[in-house]
């Protein structure tokens, strides 16, 4: 099964990415082969087969519920492209 | 005496402890050597000379009252998703080209309490996805043993660092093989420890039920001090096991006598596989018989899913962490968007490379709906089913040995236009991080053009000890290991 370039610039959007036309050709034809390859997966009957999603078993782990120290606001702001009165900025969401 | 850039870090550190040399004398001799030799092989991003010169000399004070640990002194070079409190970490990406974190990492704590020195931050493909450092967002990374070929990757620049004595070790970091394969491709010793062994934190997320940090060294005995310096439980990485850390230097000389190795049908009939790997391999068996350990055969039945479950699980995991690049709390922004839509948009489409967006593409086609099912679940299955293969070999034997990669290290050039042949490459090393058992790499040979090739070790979970001492009885009885890149252009 290939992907469609419908497909990819659909899926380009859920990821917030933009593409141009060349790029979504280029990973049409590249996701493609590789889906296609994927499928490879398919000779194989999982049915009942309890997926893994964490290699080692562990439950939840918890911690006491204690306030310790952490990196401060301005710290936390230092790296912001763009910051004011504690907060980070950002363009114009409501009009 | 050896220059001083070709010590190994206990050579160096026997050293210290005499007083013969000074920690500063050890770091300027290594800061001159990546100044004449780096341009050549770009395995650097970010030098830290003066903080570099500055932990040496504190380093010398503490010698000189007496206190001096393993790794005091020794500079050693960390790969760029590693956090550094003050230092530049971009994960050779554009959209972290101007990130300075202001926390370290665990295991940058832990190596600035034991003493050690950084020389910088080293080069890797953006964000960790790649197998050759070409994905770099900045500049590619040339293999020390022949320029005209890649280090491997992603940790192509600790591996190129290490081989081309630019460091006396380095930490890496490995999700489907992206420490072992630069290892093995640039002729140095590479760890990727169980899951959870090693703290995350302060590690950038690429896929993180499978990333883990290890240590890639110039022997096995490095390699297993810096593992027990890194080791350990942490409460701030919830999937940090909370387990006794072995004193694995000290485990390495016992013999490895009637010990069970492990050999694959499955690795001698992939398609692909080429004669020199295959020879050194063949050789190393029968090296591993001459020191009195027992070959066993196994199967590991599922090997041939490996590849398709990975690249469905680790692009889908990228998707959603690599969700965080915004351009709104660090990193690029893209200042041109005029509403918050078009500023995520064109931050993410500027900032991120070619292959960063492939894989956020397609993980997150992975897990769109629909597709789920088809998709993610069912290669999370088949992680059930690959982590049940190496379940059922550990009956039968202690250790498994298997090629790192299929070939040695490739030209540069040659597979990037094909992403699918590029990720076939990492056939035998990303099952042990679906799995999440150890693994390793040891040096065991050179192709007909000069080229390292490594042996790859697996263990049982939290069996270090066993495949470190493997490979430092196999390292005892060969001289691959002290070879160096012998380059006239360097």
Redesign the interface.
């Known amino acids: 099964m290939k992907i469609t370039k419908q497909e990819v610039l659909h899926v380009a959007h859920l990821a917030r990415l933009n593409m141009d036309e060349s790029m979504v050709d280029l990973f049409s034809v590249q996701l493609g082969k590789v889906l296609e390859y994927v499928e490879t997966l398919n000779q194989l009957d999982s049915a009942g087969v309890t997926p893994t999603s964490h290699a080692i078993d562990m439950s939840n782990a918890f911690r006491e519920d204690a306030i310790t120290s952490s990196i401060d606001r301005q710290a936390a702001l230092s790296n912001a492209p763009e910051e004011d009165a504690g907060s980070f900025i950002v363009p114009k969401v409501i009009e | 005496m050896k220059p001083l850039h070709a010590l190994t870090i206990h050579e160096a550190h026997d050293l210290l402890k005499k007083k013969e040399v000074s920690a500063v004398e050890i770091t300027r001799g290594i800061l001159d050597r990546i100044a004449s030799i780096d341009p050549a092989i770009g395995a650097y991003i970010t030098v830290t000379d003066d903080q570099a010169l500055n932990q040496a000399k504190a380093a010398d004070a503490a010698i000189a009252k007496g206190e001096i640990e393993t790794l005091t002194g020794i500079p050693l070079a960390i790969k760029d998703l590693i956090c550094t409190r003050g230092v530049k970490t971009t994960c050779a990406s554009k959209i972290l080209d101007?990130?300075?974190p202001?926390?370290d990492a665990v295991v940058v704590e832990k190596l600035n309490a034991g003493g050690a020195v950084m020389l910088g931050k080293v080069n890797m493909d953006e964000f960790a996805m790649g197998s050759s450092t070409e994905n770099s967002g900045f500049h590619i990374t040339k293999n020390p043993w022949n320029l005209a070929h890649v280090p491997g990757g992603s940790s192509g620049g600790s591996a190129a660092a290490v081989a081309a004595d630019m460091c006396l070790g380095s930490l890496g970091s490995d999700t489907g093989g992206s420490i072992r394969q630069p290892a093995s491709h640039c002729g140095v010793v590479g760890v990727k420890p169980?899951?959870?062994r090693v703290s995350r934190f302060g590690l950038v997320a690429f896929a993180s039920?499978?990333d883990q940090i290890g240590p890639l060294a110039k022997d096995v005995m490095d390699a297993a001090i810096l593992l027990k310096t890194i080791s350990g439980y942490d409460?701030r990485d919830?999937?940090s096991?909370n387990r006794e850390v072995e004193d694995y230097p000290a485990l390495l000389s016992r013999n490895i006598k009637g010990l069970k190795i492990g050999i694959p049908e499955e690795y001698h009939t992939s398609n692909g596989v080429s004669g020199d790997v295959l020879s050194a391999i063949d050789s190393a068996v029968e090296i591993f018989k001459n020191t009195g350990a027992e070959m066993v055969d196994i199967s590991l039945p599922?090997t041939?899913?490996g590849?398709?479950?990975y690249?469905?699980i680790a692009p889908a995991e990228a998707?959603s962490n690599l969700?965080r690049y915004?351009?709104?709390?660090?990193?690029?922004?893209d200042p041109a968007?005029?509403?918050?839509?078009?500023?995520?948009?064109?931050t993410?489409?500027k900032g991120?490379g070619?292959e960063v967006?492939?894989r956020?593409?397609?993980g997150?086609?992975a897990l769109?709906a629909g597709y789920y099912d088809a998709?993610y679940?069912?290669?999370?299955?088949?992680?059930?089913?690959i982590?049940n293969d190496f379940a059922r070999a550990f009956e039968s034997c202690d250790i498994i040995l298997a090629p790192v990669a299929p070939t040695p290290a490739f030209k540069i050039g040659e597979n990037v236009d094909d992403?699918?042949s590029m990720?076939l490459s990492d056939v035998f090393t990303l099952s042990a991080?679906?799995?999440?058992?150890p693994g390793m790499s040891v040096p065991c040979g050179f192709s007909k053009d000069g080229l390292p090739i490594g042996l790859q070790l697996m263990g049982n979970?939290f069996d270090e000890p066993t495949i470190l001492r493997a490979a430092y009885h196999f390292e005892q009885a060969t001289e691959f290991h002290k070879r160096k890149p012998f380059n006239p252009e360097i």
């Not at chain 2, 915004?326 to 922004?333: A, L």
């Not at chain 2, 968007?337 to 064109?346: G, I, K, N, T």
Request: charged share 20%.
């Open positions: 101007n990130f300075i202001p926390y169980t899951y959870g039920s499978l409460p919830s999937t096991v599922h041939r899913y590849v398709a479950a690249y469905l998707s969700a915004d351009g709104v709390k660090y990193g690029f922004r968007a005029e509403s918050l839509m078009d500023m995520y948009r064109q993410r489409s991120f070619a967006q492939r956020i593409i397609l997150t086609y769109s998709y679940k069912k290669a999370s299955q088949i992680r059930t089913l982590k992403p699918l990720y991080n679906l799995a999440g058992i979970y």
